[in-house]
C-alpha cells in the first residue's frame, strides 16, 4: 500500500453539531457494566512449530505440545428473537420523505410501518445528511472531510491522518483515516503502541448509505468528541467508503460488476486489494463492516411481509475459525451490542434473509464461506463482525434512525475493544500459536453448510405495521456443519506456474517460500473425479506419493497464524477456491505436503 501523506484541501466545518448532546453523551458513553465472563480455562498456548528460514533445509517439527485438555463450555443456542418494542403512542411523529420511485418494489409502505421507526432523539449532521439534500455524502466530501479531522489541531497527543489505500477502477482515491494516541500512524508505529486497533469499513456495497454517513459522524466524535477518550485504549481506522465508485453509481458492485463484500479471498477488485494491503499491514483485532439491507424485496415476496429489525448482526461463521474467536465474538461483541441497541429502543436480531436455494427453503443466515468479507476477516483471527441496517433500496426514509443505529453499534464494539484490550491480545495470541502447533496434524474443514433449524423470526405486517410472528425454516451459520474435511497437511506446494496465486496469497498475509534447489516431498495429490450426470461433483480423491519440485515452485507453509486462509484458497474443490477462479489453471499445479519437507528455500522479493 502507499505510505500514508497529509493530504491538503481546505479545511471544512460542519454547520453545527449535536442537536441532543445530552442524550448522545449517553448514548456513547454509558458506564459500560461490564458483564464479566466466567474465567476462560487458562490452558497453556502451545509452543509454535519451528518456522522454515531463508536458505537452511528445515528440520522436522519439534514434538507438538500436548493440545491440552480443557474444552470450553458449548455455545449456548441462538437467542431468541427480542421482543418487538411496543408500539408507538399516538403522537405526531414527522413521517419520512416518501420513497424514491420504483425502490420499494411497489411495496404498500404505509403510515403505521413508517410509524414503528421514529426518528432519534438525536439528530446527525454531514454532508449528505443535510436538510432539504437529496444525494449522500460525495467521494469529495468524504476526502474533505477526513481531511478537515487530520489537518485540524487534536488535544491530548491524538494524531490523525489520510492513508490513500490506492484509486478505485474508475480512479477515485479511496481513503482511510487513522486515529491514534501514537507518535505516528505507520503500521509498525502502532502494532508496538500495546493498544488493539480497530478497522471499521462502510459501503463495500454502494447502494448500503448509511454506514458511511455514520462513519463520517464516528470520526469527528474520536477526533475531538464524546469518542476521542476511547483512543487511550485503542487505535482506529476508519474506511468510510470502501467502494466509490459503487456509492457515486448507486449499484452494489464495484465498477465493474464484482460484489466486493465476497472478494476477500480472491481478491479480484483494486478495492479488495486495498482493504487486504490495510489489513495485513495494520494487523486489526477487530474488524467491523458496515451494510444495510432491504427491508421489503425478497421479504415481500416469500412472506408478503416487511422485515421487522433496525440492524442484522452477525460475526464470522466459517469452517477453522478458532474457538476462542467465535466465543469472544459473541460474548464480548454481539450480545453487549444487542443490549446497547436496546437501550435505545433499537431492535437487533441475527442476519437474516428469505433464502433462494429450492434446497435450504425458509431464512438463510448470513454466508458460511470463507471468501466473504466477515468470514475473511475472521480467519486472520480478527473479531469480525457485520451490521446491517434496515435501509437497502429506501432512499433516504427513516435514514436519521439508520445512522443513528450504525453509530450505536459501532460506539458499542469501540467501547468493547477498549474494556477488553488486554484479553483480546491473550484470545488472538493464543488462536495464532495453535493455528501454527495445528500443521502436519488434526483436521481442517474444506466445506461446511448452514444447519437447518426451526426459529421464530418477527416481521411487520405492512399495512397495519403490527408484529408478524412466524415459525420458518431457518439455516443457522451458527453451528456449521462440515461438508468435507481432510488431515490438515504441513503446507502446500505450488508449482512454479502458480505466481498469480502466491501474489493473492502474499497480500493477504500470508508468508510463501521459494524453493531453491530441486528437491522431493511426500505429498497428496488431486485426483479428478469425473463430473456425475447430475453436474455435481464429488471431492476429490488424494493420492500419496513422493513427488520431485523444481527449483522456482512455491511452499506455502501452515505453521504459520494465518494457515487457514491458506486452507480457504488452496484446497481446489470449493466454490470460493483460487482453482476454481483459474487463478491456479492445473491441478498437478497443487499438491498438500504431509511430512515436514527438507527442502532448501529463498526468500520472494
Ligand atoms: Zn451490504
Not at 469452517?319 to 433499537?346: C, I
Not at 443513528?404 to 459501532?410: D, F, G, K, N
Not at 493473492?504 to 497428496?524: K, W, Y
Request: some cysteine.
Amino acid at each position: 500500500m502507499t505510505m500514508p501523506h497529509p493530504s491538503g484541501s481546505t479545511p471544512h466545518r460542519p454547520g453545527h453539531h449535536w442537536a441532543c448532546p445530552a442524550a448522545l453523551a449517553a448514548l456513547l458513553l454509558a458506564a459500560c457494566s461490564t458483564t464479566p465472563l466466567p474465567p476462560w480455562p487458562a490452558r497453556p498456548a502451545p509452543a509454535p512449530a519451528p518456522q522454515p528460514q531463508r536458505g537452511v533445509v528445515v528440520p522436522p517439527p519439534a514434538a507438538p505440545a500436548p493440545r491440552p485438555g480443557v474444552v470450553l463450555a458449548p455455545l449456548p443456542p441462538p437467542a431468541p428473537a427480542p421482543a418487538p418494542a411496543p408500539a408507538p403512542a399516538a403522537q405526531p411523529i414527522p413521517m419520512p420523505p416518501p420513497p424514491q420511485a420504483g425502490t420499494l418494489l411497489d411495496l404498500p409502505y404505509s403510515d403505521a410501518v413508517a410509524a414503528r421507526f421514529p426518528e432519534p432523539h438525536t439528530r446527525y449532521n454531514t454532508p449528505g445528511l443535510a436538510d432539504n439534500r437529496r444525494a449522500f455524502t460525495t467521494n469529495a466530501e468524504i476526502d474533505q472531510w477526513l481531511d478537515r479531522l487530520a489537518q485540524a489541531p487534536l488535544n491530548s497527543g491524538t494524531t490523525a491522518r489520510v492513508l490513500r489505500l490506492g484509486p478505485s477502477q474508475r480512479g477515485t482515491p479511496i481513503s482511510a483515516l487513522v486515529l491514534t494516541r501514537a507518535r505516528d500512524t505507520d503500521p509498525e508505529t502502532l502494532l508496538s503502541s500495546r493498544r488493539p486497533t480497530v478497522l471499521l469499513i462502510g459501503q463495500q456495497h454502494g447502494d448500503e448509505p448509511a454506514g458511511s454517513e455514520a462513519l463520517l459522524v464516528v470520526a469527528e466524535e474520536l477526533a475531538h468528541g464524546l469518542l476521542e477518550p476511547l483512543l487511550d485504549k485503542i487505535n482506529v481506522i476508519i474506511v468510510p467508503r470502501a467502494n466509490p465508485d459503487g456509492a457515486d453509481a448507486g449499484t452494489r458492485t464495484t465498477a465493474n460488476g464484482v460484489d466486493m463484500h465476497r472478494d476477500h479471498l480472491l481478491l479480484a477488485t483494486p478495492e479488495t486489494r486495498a482493504i487486504a494491503a490495510l489489513t495485513r499491514d495494520y494487523r486489526p483485532t477487530l474488524v467491523l463492516d458496515a451494510h444495510e439491507y432491504p427491508a421489503a424485496g425478497p421479504f415481500v415476496q416469500q412472506y408478503q411481509a416487511l422485515a421487522r429489525h433496525d440492524a442484522l448482526l452477525q460475526y464470522a461463521t466459517t469452517g477453522n475459525l478458532h474457538e476462542f474467536v467465535t466465543k469472544s465474538s459473541r460474548e464480548w461483541y454481539h450480545d453487549p451490542m444487542v443490549r446497547a441497541l436496546k437501550e435505545q429502543n433499537l431492535s437487533a436480531d441475527w442476519y437474516h434473509t428469505p433464502s433462494t436455494r429450492a434446497d435450504a427453503p425458509g431464512m438463510a443466515m448470513g454466508s458460511v464461506q470463507p471468501d466473504a468479507s466477515r468470514n475473511t476477516h475472521g480467519l486472520k483471527n480478527a473479531v469480525s463482525l457485520e451490521v446491517k441496517t434496515r435501509g437497502a433500496g429506501m432512499g433516504r426514509t427513516h435514514l436519521q434512525r439508520r445512522v443513528h443505529t450504525h453509530i450505536t453499534a459501532i460506539g458499542s464494539a469501540l467501547r468493547s475493544t477498549a474494556e477488553r484490550a488486554s484479553s483480546l491480545e491473550q484470545v488472538r495470541s493464543f488462536a495464532a500459536r495453535e493455528t501454527i502447533a495445528q500443521a502436519c496434524r488434526d483436521k481442517a474443514v474444506v466445506l461446511a453448510a448452514q444447519t437447518p433449524e426451526q426459529r421464530e423470526v418477527t416481521l411487520l405486517d405492512p399495512v397495519t405495521g403490527a408484529d408478524k410472528t412466524l415459525r420458518v425454516d431457518w439455516n443457522s451459520s451458527l453451528t456449521l456443519r462440515p461438508l468435507v474435511q481432510r488431515a490438515r497437511p504441513c503446507g502446500y506446494w505450488l508449482a512454479p506456474e502458480a505466481g498469480a496465486a502466491v501474489e493473492r496469497l502474499r497480500l493477504l498475509g500470508l508468508q510463501v517460500l521459494r524453493v531453491a534447489e530441486t528437491g522431493s516431498l511426500l505429498a497428496d495429490t488431486y485426483q479428478d473425479t469425473p463430473q456425475q450426470a447430475t453436474g455435481a461433483r464429488a471431492p476429490l480423491a488424494l493420492q500419496r506419493s513422493a513427488i520431485d519440485v523444481p527449483a522456482g515452485s512455491y511452499y506455502v507453509p501452515l505453521n504459520q497464524t494465518l494457515a487457514n486462509l491458506a486452507v480457504a484458497a488452496l484446497e481446489p474443490d470449493t466454490p470460493h477456491s483460487y482453482y476454481s477462479h483459474q487463478l491456479i489453471d492445473r491441478l498437478q499445479d497443487t499438491a498438500r505436503v504431509m511430512a515436514t519437507p527438507s527442502l532448501v528455500f529463498e526468500d520472494i522479493q
